[in-house]
């Protein structure tokens, strides 16, 4: 069993944070992640995706697991749908081609979201109009304390925004190795969200289809947000908060232009990004939209993206975080959840 000794986790996360690992290990099927329990027990453990929703703070004292579970297989089908069991260690972005190149429906809005497919449950990845539950079936996950696998049904999985059980009760406890998804045979559109409409018509699309709508997805995502592979970074950095009606109402009043999305429990959702760009580091009285603290930043097309210049460390980011977070709190009274990991 190959094992790794003090590894370093910057290839390994999109923040490109210069942090190590205790201990290092891939593994490729349950079989490999059991063998490893049973020698090394008494080590912390996390489990490692495609590290694109994860700031490491410090280095890791214990052992990062990777997990490498590969195989899209079509399990079975009926009149409108197909089922599709998923490894955990798929990457993401190639399983929603590999569904469009099959004419599977469902997931041409999440294009392009970066990591693997173990992770997508996770955080309920969502974009353009479509969360990951409105397409998933089951999923199976180890249990890394009792050593047995266990099935998930989406009500298992209390599904919210950016949200499961696996980020709640359920944190750390277990390794997701294979999800399942209910695919449409024949499509729903979903244009109307972002600029997908107008980017058809920009692309000369004159009769709907899922590449298509997948190319629009990727055209837009390219044009604005930043690509980790230029400048390091994990995508929103924040959750947009929800708030009461009488505080919406409230905020209103004060702030005619605040961002804003009715939702239809009667709650109100607010642009996360909206308000940060109207906020800023105390002294200097400017936005922290385009903001730069050594390496650490604040992306000058996205507020809601933290970067990594370059050299940053976790805690800058981090630190960077706690300032926005403060300024927002004492200018709107709301409170920002991170999205990202905070290891
Ligand atoms: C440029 C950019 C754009 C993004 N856009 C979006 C977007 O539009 N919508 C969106 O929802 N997200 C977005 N994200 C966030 C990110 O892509 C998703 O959260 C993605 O699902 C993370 O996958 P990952 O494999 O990289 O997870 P990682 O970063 O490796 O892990 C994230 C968390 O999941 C856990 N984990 C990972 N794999 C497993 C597993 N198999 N079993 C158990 N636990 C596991 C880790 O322990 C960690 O806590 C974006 C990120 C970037 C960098």
Redesign the pocket.
């Known amino acids: 069993m190959q094992i790794h000794e003090n590894f370093p986790l910057k290839p390994y ?2 923040f490109g944070i210069d942090a190590k690992a205790r201990f290092f290990k891939e593994f490729s099927s349950v079989e490999e992640l059991e063998e490893y329990l049973m020698l090394y027990s008494q080590y912390p453990i ?9 700031l490491l703070t410090k280095d890791y004292d214990g052992t990062v697991l990777k ?1 490498n579970i590969r195989g899209i297989d079509l399990q079975h089908e009926d009149a409108e749908y197909v089922y599709v069991k998923v490894g ?2 798929e990457n ?1 972005h190639q399983f929603v081609l590999h569904c469009i190149d099959h004419n599977w429906a469902g997931v041409e809005n ?1 294009s392009l ?4 497919t ?3 449950p ?6 353009y109009g479509v969360e990951l539950d409105e397409v998933f079936w089951s999923l199976e ?1 180890y249990h890394l304390q009792e050593r047995r696998v266990h099935t998930f049904t989406s009500t298992d999985c209390e599904f919210g925004y ?1 949200d499961s059980v ?1 980020k709640n009760r359920y944190k ?1 406890q ?4 294979s999800v399942t998804f209910q695919l449409k045979k024949k499509p729903v559109f979903h244009v109307s969200y972002g600029a997908i409409t107008e980017e058809l018509e920009k692309m000369g699309v004159k009769e709907l289809s899922i590449k298509a709508v997948s190319q629009a997805v990727i055209n837009i ?1 390219s044009s604005k ?4 592979q230029k400048i390091a ?4 950095f924040f959750k947009n908060p929800e708030v009461t009606n009488e505080k919406y109402e409230e905020l209103r009043s004060q702030f005619p232009n605040i961002i804003a999305y009715p939702l239809a429990k009667g709650t109100v959702k607010l642009a996360a990004g909206w308000m940060i760009e109207q906020c800023g580091p105390d002294k200097i009285g400017t936005s922290w939209k385009g903001y730069r603290k050594g390496d650490a930043g604040c992306h000058a097309k996205q507020a809601l ?1 933290l970067v990594n210049y370059g050299h940053a460390t976790g805690k800058e980011i981090y630190d960077l975080s706690e300032e926005i977070l403060q300024s927002v709190n004492s200018k709107f009274g709301v409170t920002l959840e991170r ?1 990202v ?1 905070i ?1």
Request: aromatic residues 8%; charged residues 10%; proline residues 6%.
């Open positions: 996360n999109t996390f489990i490692l995706g495609g590290g694109s929703n994860i997990n955990a260690g993401w999440l979201i970066p990591g693997n173990g992770a997508a996770i955080q309920n990845i969502g974009a996950a950016r696996f750390d277990f390794a997701i190795l995502r947000l930043p690509d980790p970074n994990a995508g929103s993206v999205e990991n290891i």
